[in-house]
């Protein structure tokens, strides 16, 4: 089992900037790759980046040229810097983990763990 604790949410606005860690603990060896996802309300939760072992990572369209992932495996870590951020990207931010697959791991039901999550609003 991995667990996930995320944090570093809250207000910002719009232009601003915002940086999401994910501390993993348990089976952590174990983690192929590492992923963000976000939630808007009333909205589908949509794949925001992931990043693998050997720090590959993988954006959505949206958030390329902005949003940077990273992981310190040192740490267990996972991290996202977001820049630029929109009122449309707010949501519910969530970590996951995936145990192994193909690259890159867009879909959540790919993931096998999750953290419960941590909110962004992008206000003024």
């Known amino acids: 089992q991995v667990q996930l604790v995320e944090s570093g949410g809250g207000l910002v606005q719009p232009g601003g900037s915002l940086t999401l860690s994910c501390a993993a603990s348990g089976r952590t060896f174990s983690t192929y790759a590492m992923g963000w996802f976000r939630q808007p309300p009333g909205k589908e939760r949509e794949f925001v980046a992931t990043?693998?072992?050997?720090?590959?990572?993988y954006y959505a369209d949206s958030v390329k040229g902005r949003f940077t992932i990273s992981r310190n495996n040192a740490k267990n870590t996972v991290y996202l810097k977001m820049n630029s951020l929109k009122p449309e990207e707010t949501a519910v931010y969530y970590c996951?983990?995936?145990?192994?697959?193909?690259?890159?791991?867009?879909?959540?039901?790919?993931?096998?763990?999750w953290g419960q999550g941590t909110q962004v609003t992008v206000s003024s």
């Open positions: 996951a983990a995936i145990d192994r697959g193909s690259w890159p791991p867009i879909s959540s039901a790919l993931y096998n763990y």
């Open positions: 990043v693998r072992l050997d720090s590959s990572s």
